[in-house]
């Protein structure tokens, strides 16, 4: 099969809905959670604002529109690598400058909901990973780590979802030796988390802190938060879209993330 015809049978898919679409996106809008930082060492990103300009009224008679404020790291988002000082120098680090190739690539959905819904703190480990490759297959090169816990069905709850009862979040994550295998050994994409950010709730306090931003970004790969509909795709054989907004020197964007199965 030539490459055209892997692309005329892709397009035929989506036509006749073999290969379905699955949206992994989150609800954009006022009651999106989002990220709480200690007050005393940062500023915070601002609450979502939808804003009529105008709706078939007296300031615009045939049309609708709005505005929006909102933070780039708001939502379903992608970070990129100068979201984090481990890659503030790649010329190609900020999601105007990224090799568009990089938007579309195939995801590994490793899922670990049991474990999360038993310990929501609960931290992925090399060994988990080797564990999960060993019966599904390896992660290769260039693809996405998806970290699977079904934490999106908080999403709609910011206590829930950030999960902070007073000694700071609990929330599941890598560890930093797991993100160090994703991008020494394995050469990932990037990894992407269900919730508020790629990292854990507790990993400020690592020995390398926030390692999933330190790690992934170090090495000019890609972070996805806020992942939703996980449970709806393969552990392998998905292909994922997620193409950031092209703001200039932008370091994150909300992205519509989209997974292609088959149906
Ligand atoms: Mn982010």
Known sequence: MTTQDTLATLATGLLDGSIKVIDCTAPLGPDTPLLKLPDEIADQTPPIEIHKISE??????????NWLKLGEHSGTHYDAPHHWITGKDFPDGSVDTIDPQNFVAPANVLDFSKEAAEDPGFLLTVEHIKAWEAEHGEIKEGEWVLFRTDWDKFNTDEDAFLNDKGEGPVTPGPTAEAIIYLMEEKKALGWGSQCIGTDA???????????????????????????????????KGAVFVTAPLKIVKGTGSPIRALALVAG
């Open 56 to 65: 078939y009224g007296d300031r615009g008679p045939w049309w609708a529109w």
């Open 201 to 235: 709730g507790a990993a400020g306090g690592f020995e390398i802190p926030f390692p999933a931003h330190n790690l992934l970004h170090k090495h000019n790969k890609y972070g996805l938060a806020s992942l939703a509909n996980l449970d709806k795709l393969p552990p």
